[in-house]
């Protein structure tokens, strides 16, 4: 499901079974720390300051993830990644011409 909401969003890879489950694994880690924390709001959870250590964990490991779909490294940049996700639609919207 993340997946599909994700394609209309922005260029996704084709990805086979072992990164969706990788990925899907890694985003349901981010539900599940979210769980721990029910009486926090979504702008505590994500302060940077004090992101708990389970939900900093389970977004680092959902990152590592995609990024590895991607065909990136765990170390590429900010500018690095949103260079890849124009050239890739670029490509995409070149072939609908």
Known sequence: MLVRFFQHNFPW??????????????????????????????A????????????????????KAVLKAYGLKPSATEQEIVQHLFEMYEKLTSKEK
Do not use: C, W
Request: overall charge negative.
């Open 44 to 63: 505590d959870l994500y302060d940077p300051l004090t992101m708990p250590v389970e939900f900093r964990k389970a977004h680092e490991a959902n990152d």
């Open 13 to 42: 890879p084709n990805l086979d079974d072992k990164s969706r489950k990788q990925i899907s694994k890694t985003a349901q880690g981010i539900l599940d720390a979210r769980k721990l924390y029910p009486d926090s709001s979504l």
